[in-house]
């Protein structure tokens, strides 16, 4: 299944990229700002910019590690000694063996399985909740479990780390009983969410000019002002769904801790990853705050019909800013599965230079 994440733009990455690639040269350095998935940036690298890839959440910063961050093959090279201990045998490549070597952990009952399966009894509610299957639950804690062993015993660097938690990630997504986000499990199990979960070796993609490109986790509008670029792509939440609510589950795989799991959907405590974008009167302040701090004189931001803020909006706060163009096209919306919304929106492409 891959990336199911609000706001992806992978479906309209052409239309982003073509729109960057008229408005600066290849080799220019370009910022996502608010990466998400990673899409944009990696398809911007592939293209032959330089890029600094920044948003709040910890699975963006594994997913932009991944995507932008491999100059070679990964040699797991410090885990030479796990091979030998564990017996493992290398007959593909050393990622695949640990890949193979996570694939087998044991089941364990642990944290996924007491506060996200059906058999499990959560600290903070009575309901169990049905986010996995408790094979799936169990089969992720076993997981966890391996790859933190993996990073403490220094069998794996940073990057291998991210590159572990990426896949983890991918592949609970795959299996998670749920209809769009986690914001909500299915009372019903679903039949995807029945298949036993499984981490694959990812198609690295190999950059020789990996140095070249940048990863960073922070609020945009702190990460700003170190950041220099000739061009900002800024793609917010468009809506009042926070993020880190809506994504909780992801949160918690990338940070590799078990927080107290809160209420019926089992949320982390989520407050110290707060959008402002997402509340209606912060957003203006949030955007003022990066286009003066950052070294930086074009942005290029995504929104959306559905949005907070009207085109009128935008135009009063950022005609003062500079030079303004605003363009519109049709765009097949996010859905969950079971929204009876209309099947496309117009998305905005907002151009200033200031
Ligand atoms: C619409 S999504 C970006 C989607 C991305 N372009 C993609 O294709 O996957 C918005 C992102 O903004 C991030 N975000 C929200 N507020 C932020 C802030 N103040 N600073 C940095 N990132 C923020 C969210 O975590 C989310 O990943």
Same mark, same amino acid.
């Given at each position: ?93 050393? &990622? ?13 009952k642990g944290y996924f399985w007491r506060e996200?399966?059906?058999?499990g009894e959560p600290n903070?509610?009575?309901? =169990?909740?049905? &986010? ?28 291998? &780390? ?73 793609? =917010? ?110 998305? &905005? ?6």
């Open positions: 299944m891959g990336h199911r994440y609000i706001g992806s733009k992978s479906k309209i990455i052409d239309i982003i990229t073509g729109k960057i690639s008229k408005l600066v040269p290849k080799n220019s350095t370009v910022c996502d700002l608010m990466t998400g998935t990673g899409t944009v940036a990696i398809e911007l690298a592939n293209q032959g910019f330089n890029v600094i890839a920044n948003d709040l959440m910890t699975y963006s910063y594994h997913h932009a590690i991944t995507g932008l961050k491999f100059d070679a093959e990964p040699t797991f090279s410090l885990a030479g000694t796990l091979f030998q201990t564990e017996q493992l045998t290398v007959s593909n490549t050393p &990622y695949q063996a640990v890949i193979d070597y996570l694939n087998e952990s044991p089941v364990e996200f399966s059906v058999e903070h509610t009575e309901k =169990p909740r049905n &986010y996995f299957t408790p094979e799936n639950a169990m089969k992720i804690d076993g997981i966890r479990k391996r790859i933190e062993y993996l990073l403490a015993n220094h069998f794996i660097n940073n990057q291998e &780390y991210s590159l572990l938690l990426h896949s983890l990630i991918m592949a609970a997504n795959d299996v998670a009983n749920i209809a769009g986000t986690y914001g909500h499990y299915m009372s019903k199990t679903v039949k995807r969410a029945e298949a036993p979960i499984t981490l694959e070796c990812e198609d690295i993609i190999i950059r020789s000019n990996s140095s070249a490109h940048i990863v960073k986790q922070g609020y945009a509008e702190q990460v700003s002002s170190e950041i220099t670029c000739d061009l900002c792509y800024i793609d =917010p939440p468009y809506m009042k769904r926070q993020y880190a609510a809506n994504y909780h589950i992801l949160e918690t795989l990338a940070r590799g801790d078990e927080p107290e799991a809160i209420g019926v959907s089992g949320l982390r405590p989520w407050r110290d990853q707060y959008s402002n974008f997402c509340t209606k009167t912060k957003i203006r302040d949030s955007f003022r705050k990066i286009i003066g701090s950052i070294n930086c004189n074009k942005f290029l931001i995504s929104y959306s019909e559905d949005g907070l803020l009207s085109v009128k909006d935008f135009k009063e706060l950022l005609e003062p800013l500079g030079e303004l163009t605003i363009e519109t096209f049709e765009h097949k919306r996010f859905k969950s599965n079971n929204s009876k919304l209309n099947n496309t929106l117009a998305e &905005y492409l907002i151009l200033l230079r200031t």
